[in-house]
């Protein structure tokens, strides 16, 4: 590890885990299991607290609702031990991407790249 690397770890905490955490995560974790986009889940060995470790990114929209539930003691049993059902119309999780390029726009909004919107509900104010 470079001494960048190093420094970065010690001052970020948006992206990946600090120096702190993974401290912490060595001496009292115990993993649980990892979820599909790489995030590793840990509790402590009398279950008092339980952490997500992001593979990347530090963003809670990125956590599963699987996980998600778990990390927040709304079931005890983790994903990787009692995995839920899944209905066949559910869609696959994904991260929140507001605030992203990929957000939505709707029509008319302007930003998207196909042009403006046919308006013909609405009539521009021009001042005389």
Sequence with gaps: MGLMTFVKRIFTWWDGQTIGTQLFTWRKGVKVGQDAEGNI????R??????VIYNGEVEGSRVPADWHGWLHWTWDEAPTDKPLAHK???K???ENLSGTVMAYAPKGS???TDGPADRRDYEAWQPE
């Design 41 to 44: 889940y840990y509790k402590t």
């Design 46 to 51: 009398d279950d008092s607290r339980r952490w």
């Design 88 to 90: 066949v119309w559910e």
């Design 92 to 94: 696959p999780h994904h």
């Design 110 to 112: 302007i930003r998207r």
